[in-house]
């Protein structure tokens, strides 16, 4: 058949066809060679990813609650304050929210989920000294108040000069309930 189509030229036709013949032979075993290899390589991906997975899952959790125990102060949830709680809350959402479909986010929201994860973690040192502060100053003050009231209690509310004494004699009450006692009788 090849003669009628090519007369004189079939021989070298036919050489040409077997060769082409070899060549898509040999490039489709080296198709299912690499078809092979990428399936096994694709299969330890998957295994290390899922490893990898539960390792992160376990430190995460191991951490957090290490962090937890360390520092309640910082990281345990208040549960007698309400609002706290909830900020708290959704913080964590929004960071965990972040991170689990970080894969999946176009780069620029990608990168700017980032910025606020970045932003708030950077805030933190500053807010955690300023409430120190505070917790500070109003100790102090709070102390200089009880100070001042406990004096007042153990005073004489009737004398205009804050003396607690009323000027008078010795017989003269130096307090309030000395002074009810005195009229009662």
Same mark, same amino acid.
């Given at each position: ?85 909830? =900020? ?32 708030? =973690? ?64």
């Amino acid at each position: 058949m090849a003669t009628e189509m090519f007369g004189e030229m079939a021989p070298l036709v036919i050489r040409h066809v077997d060769a082409i013949e070899s060549i898509h032979e040999q490039s489709r075993s080296e198709v299912a060679s690499k078809r092979s290899e990428w399936e096994k390589d694709r299969d330890s991906r998957i295994a290390t990813m899922e490893a990898e997975s539960k390792t992160f899952g376990s430190v995460q959790e191991s951490v957090t609650n290490a962090l937890i125990e360390k520092y309640p102060q910082f990281f345990a949830v208040d549960e007698k304050d309400a609002a706290s709680a909830k =900020a708290m809350k959704e913080g964590m959402e929004v960071v965990q929210g972040a991170v689990k479909s970080a894969k999946n986010l176009p780069v620029n929201e990608r990168a700017a989920k980032a910025a606020i994860i970045s932003m708030w =973690a950077a805030a933190f040192p500053r807010l955690s000294q300023t409430v120190t502060s505070l917790r500070s100053e109003l100790d102090k003050v709070t102390k200089d108040y009880e100070t001042k009231l406990a004096k007042l209690r153990g005073g004489d509310p009737g004398n205009a000069d804050g003396g607690g004494s009323s000027g008078g004699g010795g017989d003269e009450p130096k307090n309030t309930a000395a002074m009810a006692a005195k009229y009662r009788g």
